[in-house]
């Protein structure tokens, strides 16, 4: 249901962009983002983005990653700047999407893309 793209190896300061496609059958989504895994760390949220287009970014990314949406093609991008290495982690794409023919919604999770970021 969520295919992830991007991610990469980059210096400290670089950017990355990141996408997410949700596919199939799709009746409302009612948001998308990201969050991402570090080794030894728990999940954590990096961004969301409401079906109204309301976002929000976890404190460490304020300012450097910015989270857009293309509701037509139900795409997510996350574009990543001044990256860290404390930003090095695998990001997963996320969706809370109603399937056609379900009263409710559900949670899917795309596949991790790895972003490492050498100092």
């Known amino acids: 249901q969520l295919q992830a793209s991007g991610g990469g190896l980059v210096q400290a300061g670089g950017s990355l962009r990141l996408s997410c496609a949700a596919f199939g059958s799709i009746f409302r989504i009612n948001n998308m983002g990201w969050y991402r895994q570090a080794p030894g760390k728990q999940r954590e949220l990096v961004a969301g983005?409401?079906?109204?287009?309301?976002?929000n970014y976890a404190d460490s990314v304020k300012g450097r990653f910015t989270l857009s949406s293309d509701n037509a093609k139900s795409t997510v991008s996350l574009r990543l700047n001044s990256l860290k290495p404390e930003d090095t982690a695998v990001y997963y794409c996320?969706?809370?999407?109603?399937?056609?023919?379900?009263?409710?919604?559900?949670?899917?999770w795309g596949q991790g893309t790895q972003v490492t970021v050498s100092s």
């Open positions: 983005i409401s079906s109204g287009g309301s976002t």
């Open positions: 996320y969706g809370k999407i109603q399937p056609f023919g379900f009263p409710s919604f559900f949670e899917y």
